[in-house]
């Protein structure tokens, strides 16, 4: 080693200075790869990316493979340093060589690469992988011995290499994912997607039309009425039922029966016959759920049941599908029904209207944790049944019982204009 002229000592030092700098680059480099991205490219033919996804499937023979090599050059760069200092400066050089080396390592052969490679893993990780996957066939004896010993200390804490996979994506995790995506994703899709995630956070119950407001046929009711129902029906499926929703018979799609309707030969018992037998839905179902339901059973309505099999109300495929999508509507007026404008900026609201609706069609927050509707939000909160005049603030909406009846609030009034300045003015 004393023979060999220093200029080429101090070249080879140069080498295994990169070396080492390229080992701790491309340990980062394949480590921070997005595995799904990874998972794409392989499959889309890329040769760098195909290897590398193989190399991941076992993350500790890799790991084995890269620090054998790394801490195989460091140790020659260390040596090499050492016959150096002693060839030009002698023994009392020494402790200074070391640590200017330690420097050097710290800084270009470690900060600089993994920092790159954190940045930009994919220009390090894929030519790195066309090096690992021959060297490590080439050392793999030796890779095999190190995990050998390496994964026998890890079963002593319970850590199998055979047990690891690859961690799917929790909903908040995917919820994440989808959020960060940003230009990425178009904002409209962004937003369906994350509704599909809400599927399963969202009962039948919370889009479910109320037993009161559901549209049906009443059997025993005098027959001009029915056909009237028919004709000016705005749905295409109506439940059909004797004197009350209690008593349903069934479901009539509207085009069973037009045919005999426009030729007049449509009579109760021919109106009977093309009725379907009813799909019932278990109050609490998942709207995700409930999706594959429909899917299965090829229905695209339901009864809403509670644990006494009383009805509740009524879902449909469509409503579903508008937690998706959104309202099937361009027509800013008719996205909540039940709520009308004033002139002078609060609004009318029909205190039968689901809460979950006009939180998210007029961005309001309102509580969502109890009642489902305005009715039983209030009434709730008062303990008692409210005279007409009477005003509460609820999450700081001020809302005055404009008209009761009966045992329930029928129309109240809402100020979300003054949460909105009282909000900024607060900011």
């Known amino acids: 080693m004393y023979e060999v002229p220093i200029t080429f000592l101090a070249i080879m030092l140069g080498v295994l200075l990169v070396l080492s700098g390229l080992f701790s680059g491309s340990e980062t480099g394949l480590m921070t790869l997005n595995r799904y991205r990874l998972r794409h490219l392989a499959k889309a033919g890329h040769r760098g990316a195909r290897l590398a996804e193989h190399l991941l499937k076992r993350p500790d ?253 009524l879902v449909t495929l469509e409503d579903i599908l508008e937690e998706i999508v959104g309202e099937f509507t361009s027509d800013p007026a008719a996205l909540v029904k039940g709520v009308f404008a004033q002139d002078d900026g609060t609004w009318l609201v029909t205190a039968s209207a689901n809460i979950r609706n006009l939180n998210r069609k007029m961005g309001w927050h309102l509580p969502e944790d109890g009642p489902r509707t305005l009715n039983g939000l209030i009434t709730e909160y008062l303990e008692t049944i409210p005279e007409n005049g009477t005003s509460v603030k609820l999450n700081d909406y001020p809302i005055e019982i404009v008209q009761t009846q009966g045992n329930a609030i029928k129309t109240v009034r809402i100020s979300p204009r003054l949460v909105v300045h009282r909000k900024r003015h607060e900011g």
Not at 70 to 86: D, E, G, H, R
Not at 250 to 255: D, F, M, Q, S
Not at 292 to 303: A, K, P, T
Request: charged share 20%; hydrophobic share 50%; with cysteine.
């Open 61 to 313: 023979r890799l790991i084995g493979l890269i620090l054998l090599g790394n801490n195989f050059v460091n140790v020659a760069a260390s040596m090499l340093t050492t016959v150096i200092t002693l060839r030009l400066f002698g023994e009392s050089a020494l402790a200074a060589a070391a640590g200017l080396l330690t420097l050097v390592i710290l800084l270009f052969s470690e900060v600089l690469p993994k920092t790159f490679a954190a940045l930009r893993p994919e220009r390090m990780a894929f030519p790195a992988a066309f090096v690992y996957w021959p060297l490590l066939r080439i050392l793999y004896p030796l890779v095999w011995a190190v995990n050998l010993v390496a994964n026998g200390i890890l079963r002593l804490f319970g850590l199998a290499q055979d047990r690891a996979s690859l961690h799917s994506l929790s909903s908040e995790e995917l919820r994440t994912v989808v959020i960060e995506a940003g230009a990425m994703i178009p904002q409209r899709h962004q937003k369906m997607l994350l509704s599909i995630l809400d599927l399963q956070k969202v009962t039948v119950e919370d889009i479910m039309v109320p037993r009161n407001e559901i549209v049906g046929i009443d059997i025993e009711e005098d027959w001009d009425e029915i056909l009237d129902e028919l004709v000016n029906s705005q749905h295409t499926r109506m439940p059909v039922f004797r004197d009350s929703i209690d008593q349903t018979i069934g479901v009539v799609h509207l085009r069973r029966v037009l045919n005999k309707l426009a030729r007049n030969e449509l009579d109760r018992d021919s109106l009977l016959d093309a009725t379907r037998e009813c799909y019932y839905i278990p109050e609490g179902t998942p709207l995700n759920t409930q999706l594959l339901n429909f899917q299965r059973e090829q229905r695209r309505i339901g009864l809403v049941v509670d644990e006494y099999g009383d009805i509740q109300g």
